[in-house]
């Protein structure tokens, strides 16, 4: 018997289980650089890869935009990524389920950031040859880019599948 437990249908654990794994990690990230580098300071402080303290009141790569929209273009667009996937009949792949939680968990860890901070706090810092400087990011931009990978991928695969049981 199952008195007092909530039941959460599988394909919703998954993406449960995946946003907030991404989100608590990301939180805990970002709480770890805020509370050892000061803005601007980076680990190590020379190389390719680094750990350097940025903040991002921006959009995506930092694209100047106003305050309430850095809040409301998140929020719409994954409610709209939920919705799509959702009504799309798509949630039967595990790889689907566990990409819409990463989108989710990445798109809400971002959003505390704005809420709780007025801006995003990242520090991904990749310098790989010359002059070329990749705009630092975190664990939820990441995550989010993981997903709209394997997003692709999987429609890529089952497009595949249609065009050759046709």
Request: proline content about 4%; hydrophobic content about 55%.
């Amino acid at each position: 018997m199952l008195e007092g437990k909530v039941l959460i249908a599988s394909p919703a654990r998954t993406v449960l289980a995946s946003a907030v794994l991404i989100g608590v990690a990301d939180q805990i990230s970002k709480l770890f650089i805020r509370a050892n580098l000061a803005v601007g300071e980076s680990l190590p402080s020379d190389g390719p890869v680094r750990l350097t303290h940025v903040t991002n009141e921006g959009i995506v790569f930092g694209l100047p935009a106003p305050a309430f929209l850095t809040i409301l273009m998140p929020i719409l667009v994954t409610a709209a990524m939920v919705y799509l996937v959702v009504k799309s009949g798509v949630l039967y792949s595990r790889m689907v389920r566990i990409a819409l939680g990463l989108f989710v968990g990445g798109s809400l860890g971002n959003l505390v950031d704005r809420l709780h901070q007025g801006h995003v706090t990242d520090f991904i810092d990749v310098r790989l040859w010359g002059s070329f400087h990749w705009p630092a990011f975190n664990v939820a931009d990441a995550a989010i880019v993981v997903s709209v990978a394997l997003g692709l991928y999987f429609l890529l695969v089952h497009m595949r599948k249609s065009t050759t049981n046709s």
